[in-house]
């Protein structure tokens, strides 16, 4: 696992459908499960994360709250136009609580990851982080 926030080694959110000054999509890649990104209601909410460089990807850590259903794409190219399907998969409600969830199989290298909320336990969502594995 790299010990490092992500935006430590050079990345970066390219892409966020919801942006609230207190709370910016920057946030979901600092290291910090104490700040967060936001969204600002409806869904489908969506991020992407674009790599300094491809980077191998066995597996992504997601902390999260009130996300029901998450969508994991990836792209190997170095622009964000094209993306294949990882994975789709319902988190747990965890009731006042963060979401932790390993989410494997990512396999290969990526330059881009895209998460894609699909629906959530309530109508605002926040992501505190994200991490992945090598």
Known sequence: ???????????????ATSSDENHPPENI????????WMSTGMFPQ??????AEPTSISAVTVDSYNVKRLKIEKN???NASQFES????ELENT?????SN??????SSATHLRFIITT???????????????
């Open 102 to 107: 390993t989410i494997s199989g990512i396999g």
């Open 76 to 78: 190997s190219s170095q």
């Open 1 to 15: 696992m790299f010990d490092s926030s992500l935006s430590s080694l050079g990345a970066k959110v390219v892409v």
């Open 120 to 134: 959530g336990y309530d109508h605002f969502v926040s992501v505190h982080r994200v991490s992945v594995q090598n």
């Open 46 to 51: 969506e991020f992407v994360i674009r790599f």
């Open 29 to 36: 890649i600092d290291g910090n499960t104490n700040t967060f």
């Open 86 to 89: 990882v994975t789709e998969k």
């Open 95 to 99: 009731e006042g609580h963060l979401q």
